[in-house]
């Protein structure tokens, strides 16, 4: 089986995986038309402020991408962070030809430490966190890291009061 790691580079570069072939579903949008802007706007108002999201469009190359890297014959797991994007590229690659296929339902969120080999030996949980929470160490896989220390520790504690200020 190979590996398709269909996560955006925002998500890659945090921490990648072992010989999986990186090919985003979703890029960064990078028009500065009025539309898009508002649709940036949006996404940081609904919550982009606080996990670090941003307005992404489809890449229209996928497929293109995919089947350049990747024969139709060869059984192909694809993942993403949460799940969700790995089921709608499931289905893209089943009507484009390929018949064995398989996503990581839940997502590498769902991984724990050491299940998949990743660039710097990194924990792949980490890759979808950002924002506000990351900076603060406010998330799930952050506490865990930090169990036991008062909102994860003296160095959390020192940004929160250094963002009040």
């Keep these: ?23 985003p579903l979703y890029v960064e949008d990078p028009s500065n038309s009025f539309a898009s802007l508002l649709k940036k706007s949006a996404t940081i108002g609904t919550g982009g402020w606080w996990l670090g999201g941003t307005h992404m469009i489809p890449n229209d190359d996928f497929l293109a991408q995919v089947q350049a890297q990747i024969p139709k014959d060869t059984p192909v797991v694809v993942a993403c962070q949460k799940g ?3 089921l709608a590229a499931a289905e893209q690659l089943s009507r484009a030809g390929y018949s064995k296929l398989a996503w990581i339902n839940g997502g590498l969120d769902t991984a724990r430490p050491g299940d998949l080999p990743t660039t710097d030996d990194k924990d792949v949980r980490f890759a979808g966190i950002g924002g506000l929470s990351e900076a603060l160490g406010w998330t799930e896989v952050q506490q865990e890291y930090n169990q036991g220390q008062f909102l994860g520790g003296v160095e959390n504690i020192l940004k929160f009061v250094a963002l009040i200020l």
């Design 1 to 23: 089986w190979r590996l398709l790691d269909i996560r955006p580079p925002s998500e890659t570069q945090k921490v990648g995986i072992v010989g999986a072939v990186a090919i």
């Design 84 to 86: 969700l994007r790995s």
